[in-house]
């Protein structure tokens, strides 16, 4: 069983892939998928290694990065033309975000003042976090959106502070986002990522993954109890998704949803 926490912040994998590039050894021990994006149409994720981050490419590369040594990653999207990375700088936690046009080389691209503050979802464009208490419990919701002149702070409206977003998604009409609770996760929908309204809950099952598809936002995520993956549309039916049982769900890029499974990123369509 996966508890909430394990869901937000990402499932550890041991990655055995195919092929490496540059230094990484294929059988290192990996761990803390983080999100997914697509590079070049191609998807990848961001994972632990010998106490570093590597891009998992779904062709089984693994590359070793540089500019992440101090980071502690939570989610990863694309903006169309560069990578996204979300989380905060190691130690007592300050929310940060980093970019990357090919996915090796980091920079850091915002940060907030002051600490104990993280981001755990973004889409490229948006990113939502908390400020923290001990145990990384969320306390004050915090935002940020990106702008002609860089990343701004954003108010936000109709997101419960006690609860660390999962999910992040555009869609048509703006965005969509989803939070773990106790029992299942809340979905919200938001025009300008700053005013939310909430839409039907997907009771029990931790959803990692958001995608708006004709006009409904089907959800992916694995199941609390048991961590069975499962796929759905909000506020309609769900059922098992077509992957092994072991797959955890790390999110969606373009028309793919993204799992953990056997150590190997893997996709599937939506």
Request: proline share 4%.
């Amino acid at each position: 069983m996966l508890d909430r926490r394990t869901f937000v912040l990402g499932a550890a994998v041991t990655a055995v892939a195919a092929t490496s590039v540059g230094t990484a050894d294929a059988a290192t021990p990996l761990s803390n998928g983080v999100g997914v994006a697509s590079l070049g149409g191609t998807p990848v994720t961001l994972a632990r290694a010998a106490g570093g981050w590597s891009l998992i490419s779904d062709n089984g590369s693994v590359r070793i990065t540089s500019g992440l040594e101090n980071a502690g990653l939570v989610d990863l999207a694309d903006d169309g033309t560069q990578l996204v990375a979300a989380g905060s700088l190691a130690g007592d936690p300050v929310a940060a975000l980093w970019t990357s046009g090919d996915g090796v080389t980091w920079r850091e691209a915002r940060r907030l003042h002051g600490t104990r503050t993280e981001f755990t979802a973004t889409t490229g464009t948006l990113a939502l976090g908390a400020v923290v208490r001990h145990e990384r419990a969320p306390e004050v919701r915090v935002a940020v959106r990106r702008t002609a002149s860089g990343w701004s702070t954003v108010p936000v409206r109709g997101l419960a502070d006690g609860l660390l977003a999962s999910a992040l998604a555009t869609t048509p009409d703006g965005f969509v986002c989803a939070a773990v609770d106790s029992t299942g996760t809340r979905v919200h929908t938001s025009a300008d990522g700053v005013v939310w309204r909430e839409l039907p809950r997907v009771d029990g099952v931790a959803v990692r993954g958001l995608a708006s598809v004709s006009g409904v936002v089907r959800w992916f995520g694995n199941e609390i109890a048991g961590s069975t993956p499962l796929t759905g549309v909000v506020g309609g039916t769900s059922g098992p998704a077509a992957v092994p049982a072991d797959a955890k769900a790390l999110g969606v890029t373009g028309t793919r949803a993204a799992w953990l499974s056997g150590g190997r990123l893997l996709t599937t369509a939506i």
